[in-house]
């Protein structure tokens, strides 16, 4: 038994490596050395072709670092790499939420010192490149180190509630770590904004004028409560731009990227804040905290019910059961429930997307937000030209030409 799952993990990992070169040749299928007729009016020639070359830099750049991952995890599962490394950490203790942070803690680290020179080649080298990067050595160091003390405070706090609820609640730990996901996922969609996000960036209220007035009046037209409108500095680290919406209740807020504000008209900005709006009036930010409570709700629970079964240890290599090892394997189990899970979830967000853009056509205008994305797409060099099969498993957002498309419709 312990055999067949090996085979069934290892065969698993096979299928998801070749599904994502399968999407990355189809969308390749799409490329043209010729500006697409549809896409006249959107690009010009001298863009559309440096966005062709950002599309095949990524590409290489992504087939490279996967296939790396790849057949590292192979060597891993078949030189025993995971039962070699908790063999290690049981010299040095038995106590089970120890072994945990130290075996997840030491994988973290080994993983993050095998990316890092990619992470580093990808910021420095292709966003250079092609005129995105804006981090520099200081603020690219100083983010891997903020972000370290955060997987250790947050990572480690969660994964230890998590092992302590199984050694103490037994059968019914599943529900507990339920609830307190829950909680804290709530809770970190409340003050992500104002806890996490000022670690990293500056955030400051957008100042009086002509822009703060415009979506102010667009707010009390369209029965948003707004009092939060805040401009985030961006430009400290890429050229590409952005806007969302966070936060429940009293903590709503919205977000502007400087970039945005710098890129696009007074009309363009309030249709994307109009579109963000959209997102909240439709409630598609509670929609999206409920379906991911009961997906991990079915998730723990299916957990629990082979969490206990020495055969998860032992199709890793391990000879003595354990809950991180027990859980490293069901994680590469489930993985194609998950992906399938993915796809429902991008395809609910797409359908989202879809319905903030119409309630921004109809509460304001379909013209601005139409040259609002235009913008956004060509300025972040973006393949206008997907194919559908990769757009369906692996876009959240629909294709610019389609929401074009649908915009059009309520001119």
């Known amino acids: ?51 062709q070359e950002y599309s095949k830099d990524n590409m290489r750049f992504g087939l490279l670092t996967s296939s790396l991952s790849f ?10 790499g995971f039962a070699f490394l908790d063999e290690w950490v049981r010299q040095y203790t038995e106590h089970p939420v120890l072994m945990a942070i130290i075996f997840f803690g030491i994988l973290g680290i080994l993983s993050d010192i095998l990316s890092t020179p990619f992470d580093i080649y990808h910021t420095f080298v292709i966003e250079e490149k092609y005129g995105f990067n804006r981090t520099t050595p200081k603020t690219y160091i100083t983010d891997k180190l903020k972000g370290y003390v955060l997987s250790l405070i947050i990572g480690g706090g969660l994964l230890a ?17 339920w609830i307190f996901i829950t909680l804290f996922s709530v809770f970190m969609s409340m003050f992500y904004s104002t806890l996490i996000v000022p670690l990293f960036n500056k955030q400051t209220p957008l100042e009086e004028g002509e822009l703060r007035d415009a979506i102010e009046k667009f707010a009390h037209k369209a029965g948003f409560k707004l009092k939060n409108i805040y401009v ?36 363009e900005l309030v249709g994307v804040l109009a579109h963000e709006i959209g997102h909240y009036k439709k409630k598609h930010t509670l929609k999206s905290i ?33 809950f991180h090892i027990g859980i490293l394997a069901f994680g590469l189990l489930y993985s194609p429930i998950s992906t399938l ?13 879809y319905e903030a853009d119409r309630f ?8 601005p937000l139409q040259e609002a994305l235009k913008k956004l797409s ?5 393949n206008l030209r997907p194919h559908p099969a990769y757009v369906f498993i692996n876009y959240s957002h629909p294709p610019l030409l389609k929401r074009l498309e649908a915009l059009k419709s309520y001119e």
């Open 232 to 267: 985030i500095d961006g430009s400290r680290r890429s050229k590409k731009a952005n806007a969302y919406f966070s936060g429940l209740g009293a903590k709503k807020r919205i977000v502007l990227y400087d970039t945005l504000i710098n890129d696009h008209t007074t009309e």
């Open 378 to 382: 060509v300025n972040h060099l973006s």
């Open 71 to 80: 057949i590292a995890i192979l060597l891993i599962l078949f030189f025993e």
């Open 1 to 51: 038994m312990e055999q067949l799952l090996f085979y069934i993990i290892v065969g698993i990992i096979i299928l998801d490596y070749a599904l994502d070169r399968l999407m990355d040749y189809l969308n390749s299928t799409r490329w043209s050395n010729k500006l697409p007729g549809e896409l006249k009016g959107i690009y010009d020639e001298e863009k559309y072709r440096k966005s």
């Open 161 to 177: 509630v998590f092992v302590w609820f199984y050694d103490t609640a037994g059968n019914l730990f599943w529900l507990y770590a």
């Open 290 to 322: 409920m379906i991911s409570t009961i997906h991990t709700g079915i998730m723990l629970y299916i957990l629990s019910l082979f969490i206990d079964n020495p055969y998860l240890s032992g199709a890793l290599g391990a000879e003595t059961p354990s």
């Open 360 to 367: 921004a056509a109809k509460k304001y205008d379909p013209k």
């Open 341 to 353: 899970l993915g796809i429902a979830g991008n395809m609910l967000s797409r359908y989202h997307e």
